[in-house]
Protein backbone atom coordinates (compact mmCIF):
# COMPACT_ATOMS: atom_id res chain seq x y z
CA UNK A 1 0.00 0.00 0.00
CA UNK A 2 1.12 3.26 -0.84
CA UNK A 3 2.30 5.74 2.05
CA UNK A 4 -0.42 8.48 2.59
CA UNK A 5 0.21 11.83 4.12
CA UNK A 6 -3.10 13.05 6.00
CA UNK A 7 -4.16 15.15 8.57
CA UNK A 8 -2.22 14.19 12.06
CA UNK A 9 -4.76 13.26 14.92
CA UNK A 10 -4.18 13.39 18.87
CA UNK A 11 -3.59 9.96 19.15
CA UNK A 12 -0.33 10.31 15.85
CA UNK A 13 1.52 12.51 18.27
CA UNK A 14 3.42 10.36 20.13
CA UNK A 15 4.68 7.97 17.37
CA UNK A 16 5.42 11.09 15.44
CA UNK A 17 7.45 12.18 18.55
CA UNK A 18 9.13 8.94 18.43
CA UNK A 19 10.18 9.26 14.62
CA UNK A 20 11.57 12.89 15.51
CA UNK A 21 13.73 11.17 17.94
CA UNK A 22 15.03 8.00 16.08
CA UNK A 23 16.02 10.90 13.18
CA UNK A 24 17.37 13.63 14.91
CA UNK A 25 19.83 11.00 16.79
CA UNK A 26 20.67 8.69 13.39
CA UNK A 27 22.15 12.25 11.86
CA UNK A 28 23.44 13.45 14.99
CA UNK A 29 25.69 9.94 15.89
CA UNK A 30 26.19 9.71 12.34
CA UNK A 31 27.85 13.41 12.51
CA UNK A 32 29.45 12.38 15.22
CA UNK A 33 27.94 14.45 17.76
CA UNK A 34 26.13 11.09 19.71
CA UNK A 35 22.29 10.87 20.58
CA UNK A 36 20.35 14.36 21.43
CA UNK A 37 17.09 14.04 21.34
CA UNK A 38 15.02 12.12 23.79
CA UNK A 39 10.83 11.63 23.78
CA UNK A 40 8.75 14.05 25.98
CA UNK A 41 5.50 14.69 26.22
CA UNK A 42 4.24 16.39 22.78
CA UNK A 43 2.50 19.12 24.81
CA UNK A 44 3.68 21.96 22.07
CA UNK A 45 2.16 19.81 19.10
CA UNK A 46 -1.23 19.17 21.02
CA UNK A 47 -1.32 22.91 21.50
CA UNK A 48 -0.66 23.68 17.74
CA UNK A 49 -2.83 20.82 16.41
CA UNK A 50 -6.06 22.03 19.01
CA UNK A 51 -4.96 25.75 17.64
CA UNK A 52 -4.77 25.16 13.97
CA UNK A 53 -5.08 21.53 12.83
CA UNK A 54 -3.99 21.87 9.28
CA UNK A 55 -0.32 22.75 10.16
CA UNK A 56 0.31 18.65 11.63
CA UNK A 57 0.58 16.18 8.92
CA UNK A 58 1.72 12.24 8.98
CA UNK A 59 3.06 9.99 6.52
CA UNK A 60 1.25 7.07 7.39
CA UNK A 61 2.31 3.39 5.92
CA UNK A 62 -0.76 0.98 6.15
CA UNK A 63 -0.77 2.39 9.98
CA UNK A 64 2.98 2.96 10.94
CA UNK A 65 3.71 6.86 10.91
CA UNK A 66 6.57 7.13 9.23
CA UNK A 67 7.55 10.78 8.51
CA UNK A 68 5.64 13.78 10.09
CA UNK A 69 5.67 17.67 9.63
CA UNK A 70 4.77 20.38 11.82
CA UNK A 71 3.75 24.52 11.52
CA UNK A 72 2.56 26.81 13.07
CA UNK A 73 1.33 30.67 12.07
CA UNK A 74 1.57 34.22 14.25
CA UNK A 75 0.17 37.17 11.93
CA UNK A 76 2.68 37.09 9.35
CA UNK A 77 5.02 34.26 9.93
CA UNK A 78 4.87 30.63 9.20
CA UNK A 79 7.29 28.37 11.01
CA UNK A 80 8.17 24.48 9.99
CA UNK A 81 8.59 23.55 13.73
CA UNK A 82 9.56 19.74 12.28
CA UNK A 83 9.54 17.85 9.44
CA UNK A 84 11.26 14.29 10.16
CA UNK A 85 10.90 10.77 8.31
CA UNK A 86 12.16 7.32 9.68
CA UNK A 87 15.61 6.67 9.08
CA UNK A 88 15.00 3.31 6.88
CA UNK A 89 12.53 5.40 4.71
CA UNK A 90 14.32 8.59 3.98
CA UNK A 91 15.33 7.22 0.17
CA UNK A 92 11.29 6.92 -0.19
CA UNK A 93 10.45 10.50 -1.49
CA UNK A 94 8.20 11.00 1.60
CA UNK A 95 10.32 14.04 2.64
CA UNK A 96 8.94 15.61 -0.62
CA UNK A 97 5.56 14.68 0.15
CA UNK A 98 5.80 16.48 3.58
CA UNK A 99 7.31 19.14 2.85
CA UNK A 100 4.62 20.13 -0.10
CA UNK A 101 1.89 19.84 2.52
CA UNK A 102 3.88 22.13 5.11
CA UNK A 103 4.25 24.71 2.40
CA UNK A 104 0.54 24.53 1.00
CA UNK A 105 -0.85 25.57 4.87
CA UNK A 106 1.70 28.77 4.62
CA UNK A 107 -0.41 29.34 1.63
CA UNK A 108 -3.49 28.50 2.83
CA UNK A 109 -2.75 31.11 5.69
CA UNK A 110 -1.51 33.54 3.58
CA UNK A 111 2.21 33.94 5.75
CA UNK A 112 4.41 36.08 3.25
CA UNK A 113 7.32 35.16 5.64
CA UNK A 114 8.85 31.54 6.42
CA UNK A 115 11.13 30.06 8.47
CA UNK A 116 12.35 26.91 10.09
CA UNK A 117 15.80 26.08 12.87
CA UNK A 118 17.29 23.30 11.23
CA UNK A 119 20.59 21.72 11.98
CA UNK A 120 24.00 22.89 10.13
CA UNK A 121 25.43 20.07 9.40
CA UNK A 122 22.15 18.32 7.85
CA UNK A 123 22.79 19.47 4.23
CA UNK A 124 20.45 17.30 2.78
CA UNK A 125 17.36 18.96 4.26
CA UNK A 126 18.75 22.16 3.58
CA UNK A 127 19.21 21.60 -0.02
CA UNK A 128 15.20 20.63 -0.21
CA UNK A 129 14.22 23.81 1.41
CA UNK A 130 16.45 26.03 -0.34
CA UNK A 131 14.10 24.41 -3.64
CA UNK A 132 11.77 25.81 -1.71
CA UNK A 133 12.90 29.37 -1.62
CA UNK A 134 14.25 28.87 2.35
CA UNK A 135 17.67 30.51 2.64
CA UNK A 136 20.28 30.30 5.37
CA UNK A 137 20.21 33.57 7.36
CA UNK A 138 22.43 32.73 10.29
CA UNK A 139 23.87 30.00 12.82
CA UNK A 140 22.02 29.62 16.27
CA UNK A 141 24.31 28.01 18.93
CA UNK A 142 23.32 25.88 21.69
CA UNK A 143 25.31 26.75 24.40
CA UNK A 144 25.86 25.41 28.14
CA UNK A 145 27.52 25.16 31.28
CA UNK A 146 27.36 23.13 34.77
CA UNK A 147 25.80 25.36 36.99
CA UNK A 148 28.88 25.06 39.51
CA UNK A 149 31.02 26.44 36.90
CA UNK A 150 28.49 29.52 35.69
CA UNK A 151 28.21 30.42 39.79
CA UNK A 152 31.67 31.93 40.25
CA UNK A 153 31.10 33.62 36.81
CA UNK A 154 28.13 35.71 37.65
CA UNK A 155 28.26 39.50 38.95
CA UNK A 156 24.91 41.60 40.46
CA UNK A 157 22.59 41.91 37.23
CA UNK A 158 21.80 45.22 36.23
CA UNK A 159 18.44 44.27 35.50
CA UNK A 160 15.47 42.88 37.40
CA UNK A 161 13.44 39.76 36.74
CA UNK A 162 9.86 39.62 37.73
CA UNK A 163 7.44 36.74 37.80
CA UNK A 164 4.71 36.30 35.40
CA UNK A 165 1.68 35.69 37.55
CA UNK A 166 -1.85 34.17 35.94
CA UNK A 167 -3.75 37.61 37.13
CA UNK A 168 -1.31 40.09 35.73
CA UNK A 169 0.10 39.53 32.47
CA UNK A 170 0.94 42.27 30.10
CA UNK A 171 0.02 40.80 27.14
CA UNK A 172 -0.08 44.05 25.01
CA UNK A 173 3.67 45.09 26.58
CA UNK A 174 4.70 41.03 25.84
CA UNK A 175 3.48 41.77 22.05
CA UNK A 176 5.09 44.88 21.83
CA UNK A 177 8.76 43.12 22.93
CA UNK A 178 7.31 40.05 20.06
CA UNK A 179 6.78 42.59 17.48
CA UNK A 180 10.19 44.50 18.26
CA UNK A 181 12.04 41.50 18.52
CA UNK A 182 10.86 38.81 15.80
CA UNK A 183 8.35 41.19 14.01
CA UNK A 184 4.90 39.05 15.43
CA UNK A 185 2.57 39.26 18.17
CA UNK A 186 3.33 35.73 19.75
CA UNK A 187 -0.06 35.64 22.63
CA UNK A 188 -0.81 32.64 21.77
CA UNK A 189 2.64 30.80 22.69
CA UNK A 190 2.77 33.18 25.92
CA UNK A 191 -0.36 31.58 27.00
CA UNK A 192 1.15 27.83 26.30
CA UNK A 193 4.08 28.66 28.02
CA UNK A 194 2.07 30.01 31.33
CA UNK A 195 0.35 27.23 31.64
CA UNK A 196 3.33 24.73 31.60
CA UNK A 197 3.91 23.91 35.21
CA UNK A 198 7.77 23.18 33.85
CA UNK A 199 8.42 26.63 33.01
CA UNK A 200 8.40 30.16 34.71
CA UNK A 201 8.08 33.29 32.81
CA UNK A 202 9.71 37.03 33.97
CA UNK A 203 9.51 40.23 32.63
CA UNK A 204 13.08 41.98 32.75
CA UNK A 205 12.60 45.42 34.01
CA UNK A 206 15.45 48.44 33.81
CA UNK A 207 13.84 50.46 36.73
CA UNK A 208 10.43 50.37 36.34
CA UNK A 209 11.05 49.67 32.83
CA UNK A 210 9.37 46.88 30.92
CA UNK A 211 12.02 46.03 28.31
CA UNK A 212 11.81 42.15 27.92
CA UNK A 213 11.17 38.71 28.58
CA UNK A 214 12.23 35.22 29.35
CA UNK A 215 11.13 32.06 30.13
CA UNK A 216 12.88 29.43 32.27
CA UNK A 217 12.50 25.39 32.17
CA UNK A 218 15.16 22.93 33.89
CA UNK A 219 17.60 24.96 33.32
CA UNK A 220 17.33 25.80 29.92
CA UNK A 221 16.82 29.57 29.01
CA UNK A 222 14.54 30.93 26.41
CA UNK A 223 12.56 32.42 24.78
CA UNK A 224 14.56 35.97 25.90
CA UNK A 225 13.37 38.53 24.29
CA UNK A 226 14.09 42.78 24.51
CA UNK A 227 12.63 45.81 22.95
CA UNK A 228 16.24 46.78 22.00
CA UNK A 229 19.54 44.62 21.14
CA UNK A 230 22.06 46.80 23.42
CA UNK A 231 19.62 45.20 26.55
CA UNK A 232 20.05 41.84 25.33
CA UNK A 233 23.57 41.18 27.34
CA UNK A 234 22.34 42.26 30.75
CA UNK A 235 18.71 40.03 30.27
CA UNK A 236 21.12 37.58 29.52
CA UNK A 237 23.20 37.81 32.73
CA UNK A 238 19.90 38.13 34.76
CA UNK A 239 18.61 35.52 33.35
CA UNK A 240 21.49 33.31 34.16
CA UNK A 241 22.19 34.72 37.93
CA UNK A 242 18.29 33.70 38.30
CA UNK A 243 18.96 29.85 36.09
CA UNK A 244 22.01 29.53 38.38
CA UNK A 245 19.82 29.38 41.84
CA UNK A 246 17.93 26.14 41.06
CA UNK A 247 19.53 22.66 41.60
CA UNK A 248 19.79 22.07 37.74
CA UNK A 249 23.40 20.59 37.07
CA UNK A 250 23.39 22.23 33.72
CA UNK A 251 22.34 25.89 32.15
CA UNK A 252 21.59 26.10 28.75
CA UNK A 253 20.18 28.53 25.76
CA UNK A 254 20.50 28.66 22.35
CA UNK A 255 22.39 32.02 21.56
CA UNK A 256 21.92 33.76 17.64
CA UNK A 257 25.35 34.19 15.69
CA UNK A 258 23.54 37.20 14.93
CA UNK A 259 24.38 38.95 18.30
CA UNK A 260 27.66 39.28 19.00
CA UNK A 261 27.02 40.94 22.67
CA UNK A 262 24.85 37.23 23.79
CA UNK A 263 27.76 35.60 22.31
CA UNK A 264 30.47 37.36 24.49
CA UNK A 265 28.31 37.11 27.07
CA UNK A 266 28.25 33.21 27.17
CA UNK A 267 31.56 32.64 27.05
CA UNK A 268 32.28 35.25 29.55
CA UNK A 269 30.31 33.20 31.56
CA UNK A 270 32.08 30.16 30.57
CA UNK A 271 29.35 28.54 28.30
CA UNK A 272 30.39 26.17 25.48
CA UNK A 273 29.18 25.48 22.21
CA UNK A 274 28.20 22.49 22.01
CA UNK A 275 25.96 22.19 18.65
CA UNK A 276 25.21 24.66 15.72
CA UNK A 277 21.64 25.13 14.31
CA UNK A 278 21.02 27.32 10.82
CA UNK A 279 17.99 29.86 10.44
CA UNK A 280 16.44 29.98 7.88
CA UNK A 281 13.91 32.19 5.84
CA UNK A 282 12.24 32.89 2.54
CA UNK A 283 13.54 36.91 3.68
CA UNK A 284 15.03 38.37 6.82
CA UNK A 285 12.79 39.42 9.28
CA UNK A 286 12.87 40.08 13.19
CA UNK A 287 15.74 42.05 14.81
CA UNK A 288 17.50 38.53 15.71
CA UNK A 289 19.91 40.70 17.72
CA UNK A 290 17.65 41.26 20.24
CA UNK A 291 15.85 36.98 20.51
CA UNK A 292 17.08 34.30 21.79
CA UNK A 293 14.59 31.11 20.53
CA UNK A 294 13.02 28.53 23.15
CA UNK A 295 14.24 25.53 21.01
CA UNK A 296 14.02 25.17 17.16
CA UNK A 297 10.52 23.63 16.93
CA UNK A 298 9.40 26.39 19.09
CA UNK A 299 11.36 29.33 18.02
Not at 34 to 51: E, H, I, V, W, Y
Not at 89 to 113: T, V, W, Y
Not at 186 to 210: P, V
Not at 231 to 247: C, H, K, N, P
Amino acid sequence: MAVVCRPARIDDLKQADDIVVASINELTERRGFGKMASSRPPNFQAFSLADDPEGLWVADDDGEIVGFAWSWVCGELWFLAQLFVAPDRQSDGIGNQLINKAFAHAEMRGAPIKALITFTFNNVSQGLYIRHGLFPRFPIYMVSVPRDRLAPRLAAPRLRLESLTADAIPYDRLAQIDVSAVGVSREKHHRFLLGDSTTRGFTIHAGNECVGYVYISGGHIGPLAVHRPDLVESAFAAALSFAAQSDCPAISAFVPGASEPALKAAIDHGMRLTFPMLLMSNRPFGDWGSYFPRNPGFM
